[in-house]
Nanobody
């Protein structure tokens, strides 16, 4: 299973970015998909996750600003990030769980700075 993430970049505070992550390979049925992030000096933390039936979880710091969605037919997960803040700066990693095993993407840098 391979994951490829797109959409990171540099944005000013208050701006928006949309991340996407497509899974390919020997996939049976993805239980959940999600995004984690890791800022320098910090541990990796969950940002948002979505289950196969589209139940969602959001970290308190992103509630009301970020929206996670998925396309089961394309095995793709999206993260719409609005009203970005400097503290959102981090490397964002996508993750999927298929048959009880987690697979991670390569990470994409999001930098929020003026």
């Amino acid at each position: 299973v391979q994951l490829q993430a797109f959409g990171g970049g540099l944005v000013q505070p208050g701006g928006s970015l949309r991340l996407s992550c497509a899974a390919s390979g020997s996939i049976f049925r993805i239980n959940f998909m999600g995004w984690y992030r890791q800022a320098p000096g910090n541990e990796r933390e969950p940002v948002a996750t979505i289950t196969f039936d589209r139940s969602t979880y959001y970290h308190d710091s992103v509630k009301g600003r970020f929206t996670i969605s998925r396309d089961n037919g394309k095995n793709t997960v999206y993260l719409q990030m609005n009203t970005l803040k400097p503290e959102d700066t981090a490397v964002y990693y996508c993750v999927i769980n298929d048959r009880g095993r987690n697979y991670w993407g390569q990470g994409t840098q999001v930098t929020v700075s003026s």
